[in-house]
């Protein structure tokens, strides 16, 4: 992103389907004519199948309270991340979506492990 922001390099598109907060004046993939384009990188804590539910819950509220601090929230928008802090269940449909998605491009590029 520096190399961007200082004119050395010029960013065609975002991969993700909105732009990012950061970076509002690159355009997405989408909208520099790959329409339905999206492939984003993120970033999750899981825990182990059987935690409590209250220490999820409170591991959560933590983890949303410092992507929301204004040092944090400013480092990752300038690397160009938005950071969401959704919920565990947000987070888990995600996971299935983004495991949907990926394993379709795997089969139909007839990708094999080796």
Do not use: C
């Not at 992103?1 to 732009?19: D, I």
């Not at 480092?75 to 995600?94: I, K, T, W, Y």
């Amino acid at each position: 992103m520096p190399y961007a922001k200082n004119g050395r390099l010029r960013a065609l598109g975002v991969t993700s389907a909105k732009r990012a907060a950061g970076t509002p004046d690159i355009p997405t993939i989408a909208e520099a004519g790959v329409p339905g384009y999206e492939a984003v990188q993120w970033f999750g804590v899981l825990a182990p199948a059987g935690t409590p539910r209250a220490i999820v819950t409170r591991l959560h509220g933590e983890i949303v309270r410092t992507l929301q601090t204004g040092d944090v929230r400013r480092r990752l928008q300038a690397d160009g991340a938005d950071p969401v802090g959704s919920s565990p269940e947000e987070f888990a449909a995600l996971l299935r979506a983004e495991t949907a998605k990926w394993a379709k491009v795997v089969k139909d590029a007839g990708i094999q492990p080796e």
